[in-house]
């Protein structure tokens, strides 16, 4: 039970980086439809919340895909000074993929006509929140309780010689004793 959180956001994190590449090349299709005009276009369409939408989508998935590889960074150390940039790069994550979430739900709510792409786009966001909360949670976990991950207080790898300190600094020699021969 000692690694369940390790177990459980690896697998977590990998879903998650797929489903931020898939979103991040669907919405760039649509952005550049949008962009040239072809709101016609069969598997597009749109309404007055698309371009939003688009933008921030686009700006989540490279946001969850940037905070995907700091995390895989931090699978592969479990420790402290990994968890700090894993879990900050995947909180502003989350925050951006809540508001495309928010804008999602707008668009939708909006009706009209929405191409499948459009629509596909619109699924993965709020699948995303979802997962990139549970992630964002299994990540943090060791917050709670060093059971479940390396812990914000776990300096164990940080001993130099019996005392805790700088990691970058070694202690200073002790002088020997004695007569110089």
């Given amino acids: 039970m000692a690694m369940v959180g390790r177990n459980?956001?690896?697998?977590?994190?990998?879903?998650?980086?797929?489903?931020?590449?898939?979103?991040?090349?669907?919405?760039?299709?649509?952005?550049?439809?949008?962009?040239?005009?072809?709101?016609?276009?069969?598997?597009?369409?749109?309404?007055?919340?698309t371009m939003f939408f688009l933008i921030f989508s686009i700006l989540a998935a490279v946001l969850g895909i940037v905070s995907k590889f700091l995390g895989g960074n931090h699978m592969r150390t479990w420790r402290s000074d990994s968890l700090a940039s894993a879990g900050a790069t995947s909180l502003v994550a989350w925050a951006v993929t809540v508001l495309a979430f928010g804008l999602a739900c707008k668009q939708i709510n909006v009706g009209g006509h929405r191409g499948w792409r459009l629509r596909v786009v619109e699924a993965f966001i709020i699948i995303l929140t979802f997962t990139q909360l549970l992630y964002l949670l299994l990540i943090h976990a060791g917050l709670y309780s060093s059971r479940y991950g390396p812990g914000y207080r776990?300096?164990?790898?940080?001993?130099v010689g019996g005392t805790t300190g700088d990691p970058?600094?070694?202690?200073?020699?002790?002088?020997?004793?004695?007569?110089?021969?």
């Fill in 168 to 181: 970058m600094h070694k202690p200073a020699p002790v002088p020997a004793s004695g007569a110089r021969v």
């Fill in 8 to 49: 459980v956001a690896a697998p977590l994190l990998f879903l998650n980086l797929v489903m931020y590449f898939i979103v991040l090349g669907f919405a760039s299709w649509c952005l550049n439809r949008f962009i040239n005009g072809q709101t016609y276009h069969p598997s597009f369409g749109g309404n007055g919340a």
């Fill in 154 to 159: 776990d300096t164990d790898h940080y001993s």
